[in-house]
C-alpha cells in the first residue's frame, strides 16, 4: 500500500508527493516536495483528493 496523506495532515515523510483520486487514480497536476517532516500538507486541486509519496526528495 502506498504511503499517502491527506490536505491539512502532518507529511508521513519528507520526499516528492503526487494528487491522486478519491479512488487512486492518477490527477494531471505537478508534483510537490516536502523537505521535512514540520507544517502540513497544501490543499489538493479537488475535493476527495489526497497527497501520494512517490520519491525522496531531490537535491
Given at each position: 500500500m502506498?504511503?499517502?496523506?491527506?490536505p491539512g495532515e502532518k507529511?508521513?515523510?519528507p520526499?516528492?508527493?503526487k494528487p491522486i483520486g478519491?479512488?487512486?487514480g492518477n490527477v494531471s497536476v505537478p508534483t510537490i516536495?516536502?523537505?521535512g517532516p514540520e507544517g502540513h500538507m497544501p490543499p489538493t486541486p479537488d475535493n476527495g483528493?489526497?497527497?501520494q509519496?512517490?520519491?525522496?526528495?531531490?537535491?
Open positions: 502506498a504511503t499517502t496523506a491527506k507529511p508521513p515523510k520526499g516528492e508527493y478519491p479512488r487512486g516536495t516536502i523537505e483528493q489526497q497527497w509519496w512517490i520519491s525522496k526528495p531531490k537535491k
